[in-house]
């Protein structure tokens, strides 16, 4: 009888950690869109505008899968972009290969992204969005190569690349 009790106790238990951590993210998530930004949406619009994937990245904060952006492979020259609102975010020119499984830049351009402290998953982290439409990015890490010694680890879906165009 001890042995069951514990063992629903410490269902119970993480089934309230786990539950926690969801109230958590959602109060957060209501943080970030409650900012004012230039570019606004309805949920309805975002949907219809974005795919599924991108839709679940750039209005849930939620977070692709590693290794499986094209964009982590991307060596051309040229601008990402968002997906949400086409701002221009990162060069290629500060790209690198983290090996993380994402797409790695050690800065943004100026004026393209905001940040805030995200507390999800018991640990802090440093959250970044896109300026213009709040689309949620990914998260910088103080781990990255000069100059800057940052990594803005995005996730390739939230991004479009653009190409330069030989003049």
Not at 79 to 105: E, I, M, Q, R, V
Not at 122 to 133: P, Q
Request: hydrophobic share 35%.
């Amino acid at each position: 009888m001890r042995r069951r009790n514990f063992l629903l106790g410490s269902a119970g238990a993480i089934a309230a950690l786990a539950g926690g951590a969801l109230i958590l993210r959602e109060e957060q998530s209501g943080r970030a869109m409650a900012e004012e930004f230039e570019i606004t949406k309805t949920d309805a619009e975002w949907r219809a505008t974005l795919s599924p994937d991108q839709y679940s990245v750039l209005r849930e904060e939620d977070t692709e899968p590693a290794f499986t952006s094209p964009l982590n492979e991307e060596k051309r020259a040229g601008t990402f972009h968002c997906a949400g609102c086409d701002l221009p975010l990162y060069s290629s020119k500060a790209k690198f290969d983290s090996g993380t499984g994402w797409p790695s830049f050690w800065e943004s351009l100026p004026n393209a992204i905001g940040t805030k402290e995200d507390n999800s998953f018991f640990m802090a982290r440093t959250e970044c969005h896109c300026r213009r439409c709040g689309g949620h990015l990914g998260h910088i890490f103080n781990d990255g190569p000069p100059p800057t010694g940052k990594r803005h680890c995005i996730n390739g879906v939230a991004l479009a690349f653009r190409p330069e165009t030989a003049a």
